[in-house]
């Protein structure tokens, strides 16, 4: 156990609907990554907060927005849903805020879009 | 051409083999290298960082880094069936401040 959670488990959901996926980083981290990983795509990194402040971005789509709350818990909102979004997503963190490469990954969200 | 390439395998060895895991990358300003490991329905776990050319060892684990090749291995000494698993190389891109992962090789050891 990593220590990171996430929640849902699963999410099955219709094209167009919007979800929130939730992510609580281990006791003591202070960043959180997102990451999406599908079976064409592979694992792709989305977007990193730190203390609460935004501190890269990857391959997010302007669909998708996060958000890192001041109790360092963060929300991955997907919006407008497409059928391609079915994915795993990950949720990792670490407790530095550079681009720190000891990161713990939780167990993920599985999303289905039908 | 992708940014960074695996054989997805499944690669299959007997017990106790050593097992090598190769990734290829195309862009020379990466500068640091990761291995994870990731079960089954499980998140990627860290095994492994290097930031220079050259072995990095821990354990039955080693990690190896070509830069001017491009290209980056991971060794298992004396593998063990629970070494099943999906082994993602990744980089990160300190340009475009991005994590890059390879799609990943299905290692099978077979007791």
């Known amino acids: 156990d990593s220590g990171v959670t996430q929640t849902p488990k699963h999410l099955i959901t219709a094209t167009g609907q919007r979800v929130t996926l939730r992510c609580s980083p281990r006791s003591g981290d202070l960043s959180v990554y997102w990451y999406q990983q599908s079976l064409d795509q592979g694992l792709q990194f989305l977007i990193q907060?730190?203390?609460?402040?935004?501190?890269a971005k990857g391959n997010i789509l302007e669909r998708f927005s996060a958000q890192q709350f001041p109790d360092l818990h963060s929300e991955l909102n997907l919006s407008s849903l497409e059928l391609g979004d079915s994915a795993l997503y990950f949720c990792?963190?670490?407790?530095?805020?550079?681009?720190?490469?000891?990161?713990?990954f939780g167990p993920g969200t599985r999303l289905t879009v039908t | 051409q992708k940014e960074v390439e695996q054989d997805p395998g499944p690669l299959s060895v007997p017990e106790g083999a050593i097992v090598s895991l190769n990734c290829t990358y195309s862009n020379s300003a990466f500068q640091y290298f990761m291995w994870y490991r990731q079960y089954s329905r499980k998140g990627p776990e860290l095994l492994m960082y290097t930031y220079s050319s050259g072995n990095k060892e821990d354990g039955r684990f080693t990690a190896q880094v070509d830069k001017s090749s491009k290209y980056i291995s991971l060794f298992i000494r004396d593998s063990q069936p629970s070494d099943s698993a999906t082994y993602l190389c990744a980089i990160w891109d300190n340009y475009g401040q991005n994590f890059v992962f390879g799609p990943g090789t299905r290692l099978s050891v077979l007791p």
């Open positions: 990792a963190s670490s407790v530095e805020g550079g681009q720190s490469y000891e990161q713990y």
């Open positions: 907060y730190y203390n609460g402040e935004e501190r």
